[in-house]
């Protein structure tokens, strides 16, 4: 008897974000898996498929915005029941990933929350993950699987390419972000420099910006970043460089977290466009404001899906702006 196999790709989605899988899916071409996701009357979450997945490779996208906790678990209960049901090969795909700044210890006794996560997508029956711009892509690391790095610069590199006319320079909020900065500073043909700001480890999304490398004056600037949370960080950067005599202060970042008080600070900051990506569900109250601009992902994650279905190169997708 002669068994021939066929490879079969499957996409499902948390409740998080599904019209970014729509995206993905409708890019792909083929349907969004159906599954039932329900609450039972004490917060516990039960996810079942409403299709076989036996011997398909599948692919489970979930963002982690507000209620993340309750999104992570979501995951963690679909991949579960995904292995159970006999999946061949299972990829979560994470594009903003959790508790990524706690990935090492800055005091004594704090936990590296960022690995516990990792680890637990492991034991739910993970086979690999894909995320986006990483806080640090040390987290790669954290797990002994494949663990896909893609990056938002192409997307965000082109509209900017689009927006700027004349001499500008790419800044980094921080110094850590310098590589991230000198790879979007090739692609536009800019200077870089970087803010160096100071942070109390004790006090969690705070800063202060304190002095600056590169000069500004006369310049367009671009501000970029991995996430913007609470925009302390862009807002305080952004008003060193306008007093500093910038023509024009744009911010650009992966991942849209807008948390409180997120959108009052942008409202009344020196910014002419702040750039994130649909990583996060775009909050209604941030999609209202005139000078924000949310780009999909949606192409850059469905030829990585595409290319790990079929075994070929992820990082040629992205010439290697991905590791």
């Known amino acids: 008897m002669e068994i021939v196999s066929r490879k079969r790709m ?34 516990e979450i039960y996810v079942r498929p409403m299709e076989s997945v036996r011997g398909a490779d599948v692919f489970v996208i979930q963002s982690h915005g507000p209620g993340i906790n309750d999104l992570i678990m979501e995951q963690l209960i679909t991949i579960d029941s995904l292995k159970r049901a006999s999946a061949r090969r299972i990829t979560a795909v994470v594009p903003f990933f959790p508790y990524s700044r706690q990935d090492k210890k800055a005091l004594p006794r704090e936990p590296i929350s960022a690995r516990l996560v990792a680890d637990l997508f492991m ?19 954290f797990i002994d699987k494949s663990w896909d790095h893609l990056t938002a610069l192409p997307i965000i590199s082109d509209h900017l390419a689009e927006k700027l006319n004349g001499d500008s320079i790419v800044l980094s909020p921080d110094a850590g972000g310098v590589k991230r900065a000198e790879r979007y500073a090739r692609r536009l043909d800019a200077s870089v420099g970087f803010i160096y700001k100071r942070r109390d480890p004790t006090t969690h999304n705070e800063s202060t910006a304190l002095s600056m490398s590169g000069g500004v004056e006369g310049r367009h600037v671009v501000i970029v970043d991995d996430m913007i949370d609470t925009a302390g960080t862009v807002v305080n950067a952004a008003e060193m460089v306008k007093n500093q005599g910038a023509l024009s202060v744009r911010v650009a970042a992966t991942h849209g977290i807008f948390s409180d008080p997120a959108v009052d600070r942008l409202k009344n900051a020196p910014i002419d466009e702040v750039i994130v ?47």
């Open 10 to 43: 499957m996409v499902f989605s948390g409740s998080a974000n599904v019209p970014l899988a729509e995206e993905v899916t409708e890019v792909l071409g083929i349907k969004l898996g159906r599954l039932e996701i329900s609450r039972f009357a004490n917060g």
């Open 123 to 141: 034991q739910a029956g993970a086979d690999r993950l894909v995320s986006v711009d990483l806080h640090t892509g040390q987290l790669q690391g």
């Open 277 to 323: 990506t649909n990583t996060l569900p775009p909050r209604p109250d941030v999609e209202a404001l005139d000078n924000v601009t949310v780009l999909s992902i949606s192409p850059i994650l469905a030829e990585t899906l595409q290319a790990i279905f079929m075994e070929s190169s992820v990082s040629e997708i992205f010439l290697g702006d991905n590791a």
